[in-house]
């Protein structure tokens, strides 16, 4: 049975430890930071990743010892179910921006209850922006409320995404989203998946698309668009696996009905995907 707990107390006490949290990783521009790779070349970690990450385990579990964390550095738990109360913790998403601009990077936290988002929070470190909701309660931008989600025409939106997306690559074929762009106002990519569902959230985008995701890179963000009435999903439209890697498209109620209908299904249909788009 889970604990009853103060939904109140968690939400202060994050952004509180976020915000501390804001403050050392821009006094570490100041100094010099420790490179690392992981799977790739360009999956990049820093010891400022790995000393954020940390530091949240450490405030979590001093403060809510029954709390769970999902960290992308590896210091949390291991979580095989959703039951509880799950932090899913991205100290720095976008290390690449972090590490070569100093710039467009989040720390993400989505806190869910088994396995309902219950907070949220994207804070934009740098431009001192934090994309925060408790369910029911609305979209917050720092202090102040944001405006549900509006209905945009395609003409007229604008879609995150990824160039490899639509161009050659072993995951989608480009058949699938190249007519798209064609038909939207433009595109956009910041190199962040949290910052990209936080403006999706906030009504700088109308939709985003991404072919491979943690939990920890979209807990926060598929909070944040559905309580301010968009939708998110993967990109053929399933229900967000929380405890593994997903594809994922988020955008307004309208953008992501009528890309799904218009451009994603038939695509299915032609078996345009190289893999199965749920797929990880």
């Known amino acids: 049975m889970t604990q009853h707990t103060n939904w109140d107390n968690v939400y202060e006490d994050a952004i509180r430890w976020i915000r501390e949290a804001g403050q050392e990783i821009m006094a570490s521009f100041r100094t010099s930071f420790k490179i690392d790779t992981k799977s790739n070349p360009n999956d990049l970690v820093t010891d400022i990743d790995k000393q954020t990450e940390k ?30 109360v799950i932090w899913f913790l991205d100290p720095i998403d976008g290390t690449m ?28 470190v740098t431009k001192d922006e934090l994309y925060h909701c408790k369910k029911g309660s609305g979209v917050y931008l720092n202090d102040e409320k944001i405006k ?40 956009r990519s910041y190199g962040s998946a949290a910052i990209e569902l936080a403006y999706v959230a906030a009504g700088r985008l109308d939709g985003y698309v991404s072919l491979r995701l943690a939990p920890w890179d979209f807990a926060a ?19 967000i696996d929380l405890l593994d890697k997903n594809t994922i498209f988020a955008g307004t109620e309208l953008f992501h009905t009528e890309v799904q209908k218009e451009y994603i299904q038939p695509a299915l249909d032609q078996n345009y995907y190289l893999r199965t788009p749920s797929s990880r």
């Open 55 to 84: 530091f949240f385990i450490e405030k979590i579990k001093e403060a809510y010892p029954s709390h769970r964390i999902m960290g992308e550095e590896g210091f949390g738990d291991n979580i095989e179910q959703l039951n509880g």
């Open 148 to 187: 549900p989600l509006k209905t945009t025409n395609l003409s007229e939106s604008l879609l995150a995404i990824n160039a490899t997306w639509v161009t050659e690559n072993h995951r989608i074929d480009p058949r699938t989203f190249s007519p798209l762009l064609k038909k939207i106002r433009g595109t």
């Open 221 to 239: 963000g598929k909070m944040l668009i559905e309580e301010g009435g968009g939708i998110c999903t993967t990109v053929d439209n399933k229900e």
């Open 97 to 124: 921006n972090f590490v070569h601009q100093q710039t467009n990077f989040a720390i993400s936290i989505g806190i869910y209850e088994e396995g309902v988002g219950k907070l949220a929070f994207i804070y934009d």
